[in-house]
């Protein structure tokens, strides 16, 4: 079982910056991709980043130039820096990672409040 656990959600106005944190601990060989996704009111939950183990990196279209991601790969964390952030950012933020054990699993955070105000 890997748990995940997220911080750094908040509110912020149009402009500004958040660095969201996730970090997993639990019982695995080892964590593959780690990634952030989000899900604003009404909507699906949509890939936001996405790293590997490697450090390749891949952004969804609408946070490119704006958001990064990172991890250590020794702490099993990932994090990511939101800067110029615009209303349609607001969303739960989500971390995600995929562990092996027996078998390969995606494991999810509890998921974190990020508002962007106008």
């Known amino acids: 079982q890997v748990q995940l656990v997220e911080s750094g959600g908040g509110l912020v106005q149009a402009g500004g910056s958040l660095r969201l944190s996730c970090a997993a601990s639990g019982i695995f060989i080892k964590i593959t991709s780690m990634g952030w996704y989000r899900q604003a009111p009404g909507k699906q939950r949509e890939l936001v980043a996405i790293?590997?183990?490697?450090?390749?990196?891949n952004y969804t279209d609408s946070v490119k130039g704006r958001f990064t991601i990172s991890r250590d790969n020794a702490e099993n964390t990932v994090v990511l820096q939101m800067n110029s952030l615009k209303p349609e950012d607001t969303a739960v933020y989500y971390c995600n990672a995929e562990a092996h054990l027996v078998t390969v699993r995606a494991y999810w955070g509890q998921g974190t409040q990020v508002t962007v105000s106008s």
């Open positions: 790293i590997t183990t490697a450090g390749n990196r």
